[in-house]
């Protein structure tokens, strides 16, 4: 960390978030929700693999959710800017719960037709479509513009609970059948909409007319981000430097190949991961950055990479999990100041488009990431591409703080206006 990092981290703020109208019932009520989605993640792909003893079954299970959460994140984010945010968000989860009650339909029916998983998932995809921007969208209604920051952090390192918790949670529930699993999905996901009532929306802001076609207003919020060199820079960094950056593809290479640590490696250096983000995340939750925003996001960025390439050469296991909870914990950062930014220099009726473009920026870098990290790794071995992917991590941070100059000279939060 440069010394603008360190001494941007220290100061403190004035409030803690928490202690904001419905913030926490916000926050247990998208735990509950991230925890039902974990769970019916690995329960459905152990499901379906059960029944097909098929590998490629699994790919399917993430296409089938993958694919209709695509082709419908832009007009989501368009019903977003125009309709009730909340409300929008209460019918995607009472979605997402319908699909869980049909899984446990489906389990209890015993059947062997895992084209029902699939289009089940399918419909659970064209949900996630919506909550997504709708989240992001709505988090800025909930809490005054000079918490957001600590908000984000808070909301995101909150959700790593569930997101090292669920698989885990999944995995014993499934023990015990699942059917059990998917009732717990749909507890989970009843118990979010039921909090969620309770959150109330206090900063919401009263829209101007808005373009009269869903075209225009689409390629309005194209040309609000273009126009925009701090949310282009922050979006187009993001996609870029997780597609070049990512190594959790070859976490199983390393954890077999060269570390030599057996699956109980693999488990903990997937962690390490979540761990040093979740730690960062609560500490930026109660300190947040306070200056030099631009050059400290940058930083993270760079951070991310060189732990990335530490990982990378790396045959000592101690020193590989140190190199990804460091990258964790920068990789925390750079989304904190990101996605605020985002937030911040946005107007609140162009929100829900510009988060929509955002996820599907985020959704395609790490798919393409994965992909990238793959490929090269099929070509010239699991070493050299993650040793690419560090380099290639730096030389984006180099062009992009050349080319985006605006954001490279964020001082303040406050300085990313919506104007």
């Given at each position: ?6 001494s ?9 978030v ?15 929700a ?9 329960v459905?792909a152990?499901q379906v ?30 019903l ?18 319908l699909c869980?009650?049909l ?7 015993s059947?062997?037709q895992?084209?029902?998983?699939y ?16 989240l992001?969208s709505?988090?800025p209604?909930?809490?005054p ?5 600590k908000?984000i952090?808070?909301?995101s390192?909150?959700?790593?609970i ?11 529930l ?7 699993a998917?009732?717990?999905?749909l507890g989970y996901?009843?118990?979010?909409l039921?909090l ?15 373009e009269?076609t869903?075209w ?20 187009s960094?993001?996609l ?9 593809a ?20 997937r ?12 500490y ?12 400290v ?6 951070i ?10 790396s045959t000592?296991f101690w ?15 750079s989304?904190?100041?990101?996605m ?11 929100r ?11 959704g395609?870098s790490?798919e393409?990431?994965?992909f ?18 560090g ?16 954001l490279r000279?964020?001082d303040r ?5 919506a104007?």
């Open positions: 960390m440069t010394s603008a990092t360190s941007s981290l220290d100061e403190p703020d004035d409030a803690p928490y202690r904001q109208p419905g913030f926490l019932s916000f926050l247990v009520s998208r735990l509950a991230v925890f039902a989605m974990q769970i019916q993640a690995v459905v152990w693999y059960a029944i097909t003893k098929d590998p490629l079954a699994l790919a399917y299970v993430g296409l089938a959710q993958f694919l209709p959460m695509v082709v419908l994140l832009l007009p989501a984010g368009d977003v800017d125009r309709f009730d945010r909340k409300r929008i968000l209460q019918l995607s989860w009472a979605l997402q719960a869980s009650a899984l446990l339909g489906l389990s209890l029916s059947t062997a895992v084209t029902w998983y289009a089940v998932l399918a419909l659970f995809g064209c949900a996630r479509a919506f909550t997504g921007p709708t992001q709505l988090l209604q909930i809490v513009r000079d918490q957001l920051a908000a952090a808070l909301n390192s909150i959700m790593k569930a997101v090292i918790g669920g698989p885990l949670l999944g995995g014993i499934y023990a015990y059948g699942g059917s059990l998917y009732a717990v999905c996901f009843l118990l979010a039921l969620l009532i309770r959150v109330p929306v206090l900063y919401k802001q009263t829209f101007t007319q808005m009269s869903a225009k207003r689409f390629t309005a919020g194209i040309g609000y981000i273009r126009a925009k060199p701090i949310i282009l820079g922050v979006i960094l993001d870029f430097a997780v597609l070049l950056g990512g190594v959790i070859l976490l199983p290479i390393y954890a077999q190949e060269i570390l030599q640590v057996g699956p109980q490696g693999l488990g903990a250096l962690s390490a991961i979540a761990v040093g983000a979740l730690l960062m995340g609560l930026l939750g109660l300190h947040s950055i306070k200056r030099h925003v631009g050059l996001m940058f930083t993270a960025v760079a991310f990479g060189v732990a990335n390439l530490v990982f990378a050469l000592v020193v590989s999990f140190v190199a990804l909870l460091i990258a964790g914990a920068a990789d925390m950062i989304v904190n100041i990101r605020t930014l985002i937030q911040l220099a946005t107007p609140d009726e162009m829900g488009r510009v988060n929509a473009v955002n996820m599907l920026f985020i395609s790490n393409l990431g994965e990238r990290a793959g490929t090269t790794a099929a070509w010239f071995g699991a070493v050299p591409a993650a040793v690419i992917g380099v290639g991590t730096l030389a984006v941070v180099a062009i992009w703080m050349s080319a985006f100059k605006p000279q964020v939060f406050d300085d990313a206006t104007a």
